[in-house]
C-alpha cells in the first residue's frame, strides 16, 4: 500500500514563504513513483483542484515543471528521503488553500487532477493579509 503524506502546512503572512513535504511510504512505495510523475494540487474553497507544480523523471533525473505564471511556486525530489517538496514564495491570501500531494503510475505531464491515482490528505495553507 502506497502512502502520501504532507506536512508543513500553516498560518503565515503575505509575503513570506513556506515549504510543503510529502513523504512516500508503504511497503512499494518508491518503486511505484520514483521514475513517474508526481504532483502538487491545491484546493481553495468553492473551487476546483488545480496543479501548481508537477515532475518526471527522465534520462536519471527528475523534471520540474509548473502552472504557476509568475515562478513563485516550484517542486523538488529527494530520492534518498523519498521526499516530494513544494517551494512557495512571496505568498499571498489568494495561496490559501489545501495542499496535496499527489502521483500517478505513467511518467507523463499532466495537470489533471483526474490522471493521478493516489493523493495524500492535505495541508491547509492560510495565507493573512
Known amino acids: 500500500q502506497v502512502r502520501l503524506s504532507e506536512s508543513g502546512g500553516g498560518l503565515v503572512q503575505a509575503g513570506t514563504s513556506l515549504r510543503l513535504s510529502c513523504e512516500i511510504s508503504?511497503?512499494?512505495?518508491?518503486?511505484?513513483?520514483?521514475?513517474?510523475?508526481m504532483a502538487w494540487f491545491r484546493q481553495a474553497p468553492g473551487k476546483a483542484r488545480e496543479c501548481v507544480a508537477l515532475?518526471?523523471?527522465?534520462?536519471?533525473?527528475?523534471?520540474y515543471y509548473s502552472d504557476s505564471k509568475d515562478g513563485r511556486f516550484t517542486t523538488s525530489r529527494d530520492h534518498t528521503k523519498k521526499t516530494l517538496y513544494l517551494e512557495m514564495n512571496n505568498l499571498t491570501p489568494d495561496d490559501t488553500a489545501i495542499y496535496y500531494c499527489?502521483?500517478?503510475?505513467?511518467?507523463?505531464?499532466?495537470?489533471?487532477?483526474?490522471?493521478?491515482?493516489?493523493w495524500g490528505r492535505g495541508t491547509q495553507v492560510t495565507v493573512s493579509e
Open positions: 508503504g511497503s512499494t512505495s518508491w518503486r511505484t513513483f520514483d521514475q513517474n510523475a
Open positions: 499527489a502521483g500517478r503510475t505513467l511518467n507523463s505531464k499532466t495537470y489533471n487532477a483526474g490522471d493521478y491515482q493516489y
Open positions: 515532475s518526471l523523471y527522465g534520462g536519471g533525473s527528475f523534471t
